[in-house]
Nanobody, 127 residues
Framework: QVQLEEAGGGLVQTGGSLRLSCAAS????????MAWFRQAPGKEREIVAA????????YYTNSVKGRFTISRDNAENTLYLQMTSLKPEDTAVYYC????????????????????WGQGTQVTVSS
């Protein structure tokens, strides 16, 4: 069983930065596709960024391109999301997710494709 634990959320002003982390336990986080999703009140959970299991391929939703960076530290078994130039519309609960199966250098952007989820961390951007 894989456990994911997010940290790093908080309250920040417009234009500020935050770095989210997602510590994986139960198995190595490397080799498996991982992603960050977010869910704002009253809205569906949506993809923010995804990282392939191998090859370092990344995906970003249009609204965060150029502002957010997804990365992984295999030695620390941790996934990161560096967020800069934050906007009020980035306010949401952010979730880390990991796939159960190895899918090579493909990234995945749909909620049902992910098997393991963290509990979420709140990010609030004030205007």
């Amino acid at each position: 069983q894989v456990q994911l634990e997010e940290a790093g959320g908080g309250l920040v002003q417009t234009g500020g930065s935050l770095r989210l982390s997602c510590a994986a336990s139960g198995r190595s986080a490397s080799m498996y596709g991982m992603a960050w999703f977010r869910q704002a009140p009253g809205k569906e959970r949506e993809i923010v960024a995804a990282l392939s299991g191998i090859g370092g391929r990344t995906y970003y939703t249009n609204s965060v391109k150029g502002r957010f960076t997804i990365s992984r530290d295999n030695a620390e078994n941790t996934l990161y999301l560096q967020m800069t130039s934050l906007k009020p519309e980035d306010t949401a609960v952010y979730y880390c997710a990991s796939m159960r199966q190895f899918t090579g250098n493909n990234f995945h952007t749909r909620v049902p494709e992910y098997d393991y989820w963290g509990q979420g961390t709140q990010v609030t951007v004030s205007s």
